[in-house]
């Protein structure tokens, strides 16, 4: 750990990928991507995209609908997704049990989603509790759980974040308006090509009785990232 004494850095890089420190990052990833409203991408990989798609639609192994569809798909993701599992998770002891053991089996079955499918990175979710706060970050690029949380926020990206978050995790989490206390672990989970990760957070105070929708408005994408905790208003409460 490299910081507060209590950080435990959590790379599982032993849980049998084989790609030890190094997130093998063999995709054509690009760490310093724009954002979907910056400039276009200059205009040889935009020749370059038009050429693949173009052979792929004439060798039959794709059409034009297929490709808009996965586009629109790509483009509906949001974290709503993400939202309802933790919900459910929540409610169901049953369904956490099962979506902690066996997450993308989990969220298929719950879903009826085929995005996960083979060949999707491996996802885990870690559990906060009383007295243990998860962060998640990727620190050699961006990798991120995009079919259950959508398009990462430009700060996940940032170098900043992805160096800072390791080395000073309680700094890092106040200045995002997370206040842990000295007895509390922090655990910073290091996302890479082969492993997503997914915060669930802790159920509040106050929300007992609550039905699916009302938990659900009360999960934000920070609260899967760990930079972020579940609130409820006063006057809900």
């Not at 192994?61 to 297929?66: G, N, P, Q, Y």
């Not at 629109?72 to 956490?96: E, H, K, Y």
């Not at 039905?211 to 930079?227: K, S, Y």
Request: glycine residues 8%.
């Amino acid at each position: 750990m490299h910081d507060d004494h209590d950080h435990e850095h959590a790379h599982d890089h032993t849980h049998g990928h084989g790609h030890g420190h190094g997130h093998g990052h063999g995709h054509a990833h690009d760490p310093h991507a724009p954002a979907s409203d910056d400039p276009p991408a200059p205009r040889e990989s935009r020749l370059l995209e038009q050429a693949l798609r173009e052979l792929l639609i004439e060798k039959g192994i794709l059409t034009a609908e297929m490709i808009s569809r996965q586009i629109d798909n790509m483009d509906s993701r949001n974290p709503a997704l993400g939202a309802r599992i933790v919900a459910r998770a929540w409610t169901d002891p049953a369904f956490r049990e099962a979506l902690v053991a066996d997450p993308l089996d989990t969220i298929e079955k719950e879903t009826g989603k085929t995005m996960f499918v083979a060949g999707m990175p491996e996802l885990r979710v870690v559990e906060n509790a009383p007295g243990v706060h998860n962060v998640v970050v990727c620190t050699l690029c961006s990798c991120y759980p995009r079919m259950l949380l959508g398009i990462p926020p430009a700060w996940y990206k940032a170098p900043e974040y992805r160096s800072r978050v390791v080395r000073e995790p309680r700094t890092v989490l106040a200045e995002f308006g997370v206040h842990l206390d000295g007895t509390t672990e922090v655990r910073v989970h290091d996302s890479t090509a082969d492993l997503r990760y997914l915060v669930l957070p802790m159920r509040p105070d106050g929300t007992e009785g609550w039905d699916l929708p009302a938990l659900e408005a009360i999960v934000t994408r920070d609260t899967m990232i760990g930079t972020a905790v579940p609130e409820v208003a006063e006057t809900a409460v």
